[in-house]
């Protein structure tokens, strides 16, 4: 397939202002390119540059390899070394002075605000760099700027992830409850009303199906900690799941009220699905790894077959659901397939789209050489080229538009989303998944209309008119029959779920002794956590739940609370001027 040639390929060589063209001619290979923005001529280096990305949300380090690697060599004739956020790794830039070229922040918090206040982080008004290298960001993106302007003190050094285009909409459901629906079927699809319930059906999956797709044994779920932040992320985040309350500080908290419920709070959400995991391990069904293993490894875990349940669904079905484990089997019978199932009493959180942007923070660091080179790179990511680009791969080989500006994935893209091993082609070496966006970081939802669609497509290709067939295996038949849905988002929000409107809400800045406290409670719990799931019996685990509470107080708590619940105030008013809109 022929591949776009941009409008700075027939400039090269001259200084070409950066220049938004609307294509509408034909593209080889019968695809249309109905917008494009071009690279600045002026900014792409004569000879190959590596940019640092200092990433805190990175699960990857090194040189950003495979396909994406090629696109940028393409591209921007650059490198990127990615650094991630490992212990010290913070402490140590920040002393150094030099935080990167590309910085990219876990949170809009104390980190953030610190490397302003610091003076590390590049004005994006200086010089024009915003109006000259950044164009599509700034006319399509001002609400978010003017977030972060506002976050930081009237000067705008970045903007948050997945910004949306219409503050009306909602996000697809993250909490999706995957679980290995082949089984769940061969047991008669049993009532899951709770926690409880799923347990059950969780220890007679394993009698099912002992071993993986290697032999290897089975567990119900396999975890890991890399992404633990102030509290450990799968207990957290199954709070989330079932209650609809939202990961916030050391705690929960309730949308629907504003109240917040801490992590240590008697009987509370953190507490109770913390429990969950302990019984998990105590049944056997608990990768035994889990405290010590990586996010690869657990992913490997998934993609084999040896968990049968994820909250999650880029930790779930993305994982399982390959051609070769849906297809149907020679005898007849259902493929394997991870789909979504939530208890009845479960209020799945479900996310409002803003157009401020969220917490995750795309920046430039102030000591870079190549700022122009820096801004046109995260312009670009803000296209919609960019966008699909890294979520789907290179345009033309892994998705295209046709005449009428209806998305489509090629037969390579959509062999990567069903498996990320999935060799590349068309010149793109190694594996999908090798080349896979390392950055770790959106800049469009992924559920806001794609700006360049004349038909007003969104990014998920889950929504595309194209993907919308009917069911292609016996197993993904039997689970559209079950829940009456014929997608996973459609499916989660007839549940109870629980909204959360987007906002223009940022944590507030912790003094220096309350950052020093707070550091000492996070570790405390998190430790007493994994500790309290390992726990051989439920004495053993209210006893380690116990100890960890005491210390946790002891090391000031109580002034973690009593910030996070003048916090939850200041959210919920922001969430009640969202729902007016004002």
């Not at 890399?226 to 500080?249: H, I, N, Q, R």
């Not at 996010?295 to 909250?311: L, R, S």
């Not at 079950?482 to 459609?490: K, L, V």
């Amino acid at each position: 397939m022929t591949k776009t040639i941009s409008r700075r390929e027939f400039l090269k060589g001259s200084a070409a202002g950066v220049v938004g063209v609307a294509l509408s001619s034909f593209i080889g290979g019968g695809v249309t390119a109905f917008a494009t923005e071009d690279i600045p001529a002026d900014v792409i280096p004569d000879s190959t540059v590596t940019l640092n990305v200092y990433d805190q949300l990175a699960n990857y380090s090194g040189e950003q390899i495979g396909w994406f690697g090629q696109i940028m060599l393409e591209k921007f004739n650059v490198k990127l070394n990615i650094i991630d956020d490992q212990d010290g790794v913070y402490e140590s830039r920040m002393e150094s002075g030099d935080l990167g070229d590309i910085v990219i922040w876990g949170s809009d918090g104390d980190e953030y605000i610190e490397a302003v206040n610091q003076g590390l982080l590049f004005d994006w008004e200086d010089e024009d760099l915003l109006s000259e290298y950044g164009p599509y960001i700034l006319e399509h993106m001002e609400p978010a700027l003017e977030k972060n302007r506002n976050l930081s003190g009237g000067t705008i050094y970045g903007y948050g992830f997945d910004v949306a285009v219409d503050a009306d909409d909602t996000q697809d459901a993250m909490y999706t409850w995957d679980l290995r629906w082949d089984l769940y079927a061969q047991l008669g699809y049993p009532d899951i009303n709770n926690l409880d319930d799923l347990l059950e059906v969780l220890i007679q999956m394993k009698e099912l199906c002992p071993t993986d797709d290697n032999g290897n044994a089975t567990y119900a779920m396999s975890i890991f900690p890399d992404w633990d932040g102030d509290m450990v992320m799968y207990v957290k985040s199954l709070a989330t799941a079932y209650y609809g309350y939202d990961e916030f500080g050391i705690g929960l908290y309730d949308p629907e009220n504003g109240v917040y419920h801490n992590a240590l709070e008697e009987d509370g959400p953190y507490l109770t699905t913390l429990r969950f995991y302990n019984k998990l391990y105590q049944n056997g069904l608990l990768n035994p790894d889990s405290m010590t293993q990586t996010y690869d490894n657990a992913c490997e875990d998934y993609q084999n077959g040896g968990a049968f349940f994820n909250i999650f669904n880029f930790l779930g079905e993305s994982m399982y659901n390959t051609d070769a484990h849906l297809a149907d089997k020679e005898d007849g019978s259902m493929g394997g397939a991870l789909y979504p199932r939530v208890p009845n009493e479960a209020r799945p959180i479900i996310y409002g789209q803003t157009i401020y942007g969220g917490n995750r923070i795309w920046s430039i660091g102030e000591n870079t050489e190549y700022p122009e080179l820096c801004m046109a790179i995260l312009n670009w990511l803000s296209t919609p080229e960019g966008r699909l680009t890294f979520e789907y791969g290179p345009q033309d080989v892994c998705w295209y538009y046709d005449e009428e500006g209806y998305l489509y994935l090629t037969e390579l893209g959509a062999s990567c989303k069903a498996d990320v091993n999935t060799e590349m082609s068309d010149g793109y070496s190694g594996t999908f998944d090798d080349g896979s966006f390392k950055m770790n970081n959106t800049t469009w939802a992924l559920d806001t209309i794609n700006l360049d669609s004349p038909v007003g497509e969104t990014y998920n290709y889950q929504k595309w008119a194209s993907q919308q067939t009917e069911a292609s295996t016996l197993v993904e038949a039997d689970w559209r029959e079950w829940s009456g849905c014929t997608t996973f988002d459609a499916y989660v929000k007839t549940s109870n779920y629980m909204l959360s409107p987007g906002t223009d809400y940022s944590t507030s800045t912790k003094s220096d002794e309350l950052q020093t406290t707070w550091s000492q409670v996070t570790n405390c719990i998190k430790n007493g956590s994994w500790n309290a799931i390992y726990a051989d019996s439920d004495e053993a685990f209210d006893e380690i739940v116990a100890q960890m509470t005491t210390d946790a107080y002891d090391y000031g708590f109580d002034d973690c609370i009593e910030f996070q619940e003048n916090e939850a105030t200041l959210r919920h008013e922001a969430e009640e001027r969202a729902l007016a809109g004002e």
